[in-house]
């Protein structure tokens, strides 16, 4: 079944307004609801997909789009962007230390120390709100933008169920399987025993199942004739996503903190999608590409210097104030969150800034430094995949082991109360929440990578998936 763009458009947005309506009328059950309609969606069409024969995919090509666009000279072949496999690289680096940096702020992840007030926990989630407000964006922008030409050479039945084989695959596993191993291991570390939680959970894989979504709308709609647009300029995205944050608040106050799996957080479903599909507009249009006229390396010759200073003078600020008021409170039960002045210039702005400009930072520093490709990066970057599904194992076995070098070291011990997973107990001193972030971090994200990369190696079949 294939749609006009406009209908495709008509059609997806009224099924995803309508959910998002429902989950803002009565969030309690349709968190669920959309929980339940993901997981059915990925573990049917994964099967289905397995299952059926292929087809002849000559008997249903994919129609090839012409590139229509303005260039002072038109290559003859495509660039090839090696950066875009090694900023892959580094975002999948800072998704680990990321949650690395939850575990140790008391809240965020799976299973987390350091719950009170502290200088480490001021500086890690001033750190946390800056990365949570970009770093998946970009990843849906990349994942979009290889998707045009994924399309055009498998033809429609093929192009999903590739997708399907190696998205909906490691989804289920994780859902159903990895996600009960992983459990007993951080509420062992807990002290709550092995518990077994039979609630299927895809963790971060929520990201995998979203990009099918978005994946198969893309193949359902007609392509036929192209997509053209110039890109947007870094006032144009200021001004879009001033927009779009202000409806990203709404949603978080209103939807109940996740849908279908997705965190609702700063930078998430309204600028998943926005970046989703400007990658694969910015495919089509070669907005990537040295010569396009217009395009991000022209933006960026023209704007790199004030969008470096706002993104340091805004990060230093952010950090900076956040150690400060946590500094001037000691000892006093403060909240962040009913802090105003924080939530305007640091939540609220820091958002739309790192939203609107990170991207055109990441892409032109990435271009111009690390656009590239040998051995190494080679290693790295087939990894990144594998490692972005098995890193919670790591990270969560990271710091248990830190919990108990602690309590070996110091004879304190840390209380997890009944059912929970974080930790209130106050440790000796905040050095050990620093040093133990650092360590633990710096061992997480080496063994994650090695782990993944001799895996791949070893066990058969792994490489035509991750």
């Known amino acids: 079944m294939t749609f006009s763009k406009s209908t495709s458009k008509k059609v997806f947005f009224s099924v995803l307004t ?19 309609l993901i997981l059915f969606f990925v573990t049917f069409s994964t099967i289905w997909f ?4 292929p087809s002849d995919p000559t ?37 680990i ?17 350091g719950n009170y007030t502290s200088s480490f926990q001021a500086f890690g989630n001033a750190l946390l709100g800056m990365n949570q407000s970009y770093f998946m964006c970009v990843f849906f922008f990349i994942s979009g933008y290889f998707t045009p030409t994924s399309f055009e050479k498998k033809g429609r039945e093929l192009f999903l169920r590739d997708k399907f084989k190696r998205l909906g695959i490691p989804y289920m596993l994780f859902a ?28 971060p894989l929520w990201f995998v199942g979203w990009l099918l979504v978005f994946n198969y709308a893309y193949a359902c709609t007609d392509h036929s004739s192209p997509t053209i647009m110039p890109t947007p300029t870094p006032f144009q995205m200021l001004g879009w996503t001033f927009g779009l944050n202000i409806l990203q608040f709404v949603l978080i106050a209103l939807m109940g903190g996740t849908f279908a799996f ?12 926005m970046y989703f599909y400007g990658g694969c507009i910015a495919k089509r249009n070669k907005w990537l590409e040295t010569g396009t006229e217009g395009g991000v390396v022209e933006i960026m010759d023209k704007h790199r210097r004030w969008i470096y200073a706002v993104i340091v003078v805004h990060s230093v600020y952010n950090i900076s104030y956040c150690m400060y008021y946590q500094q001037t409170h000691v000892g006093e039960d403060y909240d962040m969150e009913k802090n105003n002045f924080y939530l305007g210039t640091c939540i609220f702005v820091g958002t739309w800034l790192f939203i609107a400009l990170m991207l055109f930072a990441q892409l032109d520093i990435f271009r111009n430094h690390f656009n590239w490709t040998g051995k190494w990066s ?30 070996a070291t110091t004879g304190q011990h840390l209380v997890f109360e009944d059912g929970k997973t974080d930790s209130e107990t106050v440790l000796e001193s905040d050095a050990w929440l620093w040093g133990g972030w650092a360590v633990c971090s710096l061992v997480s994200v080496p063994l994650t990578f090695f782990f993944s990369h001799w895996f791949r190696e070893l066990c058969p079949g792994a490489k035509q998936i991750l």
């Open 262 to 273: 997705m965190p609702l957080t700063l930078g998430s479903l309204p600028f998943d999608i």
């Open 50 to 53: 397995m299952c059926k024969k």
């Open 97 to 113: 230390f990321h949650h690395q940096t939850c575990s140790f702020v008391g809240a965020g992840w799976y299973f987390n120390i």
């Open 378 to 407: 080679k290693i790295l970057s087939g990894a990144s995949y594998t490692a972005y599904i098995v890193h919670p194992f790591f990270v969560c076995t990271a710091t248990g082991v830190f919990i108990k070098v602690y309590e």
């Open 59 to 95: 008997l249903d090509p994919a129609p090839l789009l012409p590139t229509t666009t303005s260039h002072k000279e038109k290559p003859t072949k495509s660039e090839r962007l090696y950066y875009l496999d090694n900023l892959k690289i580094f975002l999948t680096i800072i998704v």
């Open 18 to 36: 309508a959910l998002v309506l429902a989950q803002c009328a009565v969030p309690g059950i349709m968190i669920y609801v959309g929980c339940s």
């Open 176 to 203: 159903y399987v990895l996600s009960l191993v992983l459990g007993t291991i951080y509420q062992s570390f807990a002290g709550h025993g092995a518990t077994l939680n039979p609630t299927p959970n895809p963790g």
